[in-house]
């Protein structure tokens, strides 16, 4: 069902301010604009604010449709009063939490800067929470399922730039807390920056395996601007014919090239082989029931087999990994 929330938007707008002045709290602000389509289930997000600036995105009833009754848009608009409300009186409450999981987060990024790793610190927010958690009568349970959040900014897995929040359910052992939960994402900094010094020094923008390649070729493709559309534009699925589609991500570095058809999937890694007569071998003349699979792979050596069910097959191959100038278009032998 197509989501409508915005041609309902102004009454239902309207409904939850009556619910406020009928709780006597007329004079809290709520704005139209803090409304904004939902994704999914849900119909819609109320960002509201805590403070100056910070934001609590709260979740309504999954259940609440376009069609739900008038009854049900009304008890969700007395729900969100409530949580307005319980947000203006846990104002004071909430910015004094947020304020120590910055502090906490603070101390680990500036160690972590020291020892040279390119985090930074954005701010606080908070973590999305449910309308019927933070919209009962008790101001104080209902904050305490409002969980602040330090926001980062770290290198995500496509080598860009991306904001990470960093929660912490129970503040009783914060700094501790906060170390541990960090560590992770400090280690995946740390892998993704020497990945991005060793494309630097070898002078090149990303790596392919040299089946990836074949793959791209055997589709028609010119492989130079695949890759180049693959840094401009990011991630995308390229139909190649009425058997098999091409998947191309950016995997740390690496321009990742799966390939699936009706009973096989290259992942990129390892080959995923179907065939309901039973197991059959790695040849041209057997292949794996898809011509395209045989024309790609059936020449390849194989490195390692597994049966992972009576009809299911996994083959990985020895790769050679190539590199890739976004510059010049030039692809060339890793080693």
Not at 309 to 324: D, K, Q, S, T, Y
């Amino acid at each position: 069902m197509k989501n409508e929330f915005l041609i309902h938007r102004r009454e239902f707008v309207r409904r939850v301010r009556v619910s406020l002045a009928a709780k006597g709290e007329g004079d809290i602000m709520l704005r139209p604009s803090w409304f904004v389509p939902g994704e999914g289930a849900r119909m819609f997000v109320l960002n509201a604010p805590i403070g100056s600036d910070m934001v609590v995105h709260i979740l309504p009833n999954p259940n609440l449709r376009n069609d739900s009754s008038p009854e049900d848009w009304g008890y969700e608009a007395g729900i969100l009063a409530n949580a307005l409300i319980n947000l203006r009186k846990g104002e004071k409450t909430l910015n004094r939490r947020a304020k120590r999981v910055v502090a906490a987060a603070r101390r680990e990024v500036c160690k972590a800067r020291e020892q040279g790793l390119d985090i930074r610190l954005l701010g606080a927010s908070f973590k999305d929470v449910e309308s019927s958690h933070v919209g009962g009568e008790n101001w104080r349970e209902a904050i305490d399922y409002i969980l602040p959040a330090a926001r980062c900014e770290v290198t995500d897995n496509s080598l860009a730039r991306c904001e990470w929040p960093i929660i912490i359910d129970n503040d009783n052992n914060l700094n501790e807390d906060m170390a541990k939960v960090m560590s992770d994402l400090l280690a995946k900094q740390k892998e993704y920056q020497e990945i991005e010094n060793r494309l630097e020094k070898a002078g090149v923008d990303l790596e392919i395996s040299d089946i990836g390649l074949e793959i791209l070729r055997h589709a028609g493709l010119d492989p130079s601007q695949v890759l180049r559309n693959l840094l401009e534009n990011g991630s995308h699925e390229i139909i190649f014919s009425d058997e098999a589609v091409i998947f191309i991500t950016h995997a740390a570095g690496s321009a990742a090239i799966s390939l699936r058809t009706a009973k096989a999937f290259w992942d990129g890694a390892l080959l995923n082989t179907r065939n309901e007569d039973g197991l059959k071998p790695l040849s041209n003349a057997d292949g794996f029931g898809c011509s395209v699979m045989d024309k790609i792979f059936g020449n390849k050596t194989v490195s390692m087999t597994a049966d992972l069910a009576p009809v299911i097959r996994v083959f990985g191959f020895e790769e050679n990994r190539l590199f890739f100038d976004a510059k010049s278009g030039n692809i060339w032998a890793a080693d």
